[in-house]
């Protein structure tokens, strides 16, 4: 989640609630009345809420909507061992090593969670990318196995001995 930036509010007020599926909802004091938080987060107007005082934490990424769930802890310090433990920083020291970017000769092909995604009617939608070859190759499922298999190749369980032929 190196997109992600940690964010750790100031010391402040919360309400605290038990959603419909079981989950615990926090929501700044400030942001919301109690009947705004029963009925727009936790969906039910009847729902138990408590008011906490702590300090916030969850990831969010800076320009997005994205972030995680708001957790309350009582000091700052729980709130770092909170998203150590739980959203544990990646090591960017070796991603120039271990990350290839790939592109598409035939599309504006976009790159989500790591996963190569072509245009619509793109011919190398089908395809995967061979790092080796550097081109984009079809890739079949072995019929006998299921294991994936480039082009024509035939597939590592198919064991072709001399004698059988």
């Not at 770092?80 to 959203?87: A, I, N, T, V």
């Not at 995967?128 to 369980?157: H, I, M």
């Amino acid at each position: 989640m190196s997109f992600m930036e940690r964010e750790i509010t100031d010391f402040r007020t919360w309400y605290k609630g038990e959603s419909s599926d079981c989950s615990t909802c926090f929501v700044a004091a400030d942001d919301f009345t109690i009947e705004q938080f029963k009925s727009d987060v936790l969906e039910d107007s009847s729902a138990d809420v408590e008011t906490v005082s702590g300090f916030g934490c969850r990831l969010s990424a800076p320009g997005y909507l994205d972030c995680t769930e708001w957790s309350v802890f009582d000091s700052v310090s729980e709130c770092e061992s909170y998203l150590d433990e739980y959203y544990p920083e990646d090591d960017d020291s070796d991603d120039e090593e271990t990350t290839s970017h790939v592109k598409c000769d035939q599309c504006e092909m976009v790159s989500i969670n790591g996963v190569a995604c072509h245009e619509i009617g793109c011919p190398n939608s089908k395809k995967t990318w061979n790092e080796s070859a550097q081109t984009w190759l079809k890739v079949r499922e072995c019929f006998n196995c299921g294991f994936e298999v480039y082009g024509d190749e035939p597939c590592s369980c198919q064991d072709f001995d001399s004698e059988e032929i």
